[in-house]
């Protein structure tokens, strides 16, 4: 009651479990964080490890509302880990770190709530 809800949308259309199996959605942990000043939107860039065998990924996340690049390594984060590489100005995008909005629209990171082995598949 009395928060904010104006970032919160419908829900998507239904899909079957088969279809929520394609998405494969990893923990890992963030290595190495730079700031992204080339970005068209402020952002960080991320370098994440999954453990074997998927291994060492990299992307960039529009973070910069709660999170500075010195305080990331070490955090576990979820990403998604199927998707194919994007160009990101110079820098290629190989996975997605999930979050959800705020009140206002500005990007909370997902995590697990206790340490988790790296590379677990969320369910």
């Known amino acids: 009651m009395g928060e904010n809800t104006s970032a919160v949308e419908a829900p998507a259309d239904e899909i079957g479990f088969a279809d929520f199996l394609k998405v494969d959605i990893r923990v890992g942990r963030i290595l190495q964080a730079e700031p992204f000043p080339e970005a068209r939107r402020p952002a960080i ?6 453990g074997e065998p998927i291994g060492l990924r990299k992307t960039s996340a529009q973070i910069t509302k709660y999170y500075k690049p010195e305080e990331l390594p070490g955090r576990q984060v979820l990403a998604v880990v ?8 110079k820098f290629m995008s190989e996975i997605l770190v999930l979050g959800v909005p705020d009140a206002d629209g500005e990007v909370v990171m ?6 988790v082995p790296l590379g677990g598949r969320m369910y």
């Open 110 to 115: 997902l995590s697990p709530d206790r340490e």
């Open 82 to 89: 199927n998707f194919p590489p994007k160009q990101i100005g």
């Open 45 to 50: 860039k991320l370098w994440v490890d999954f």
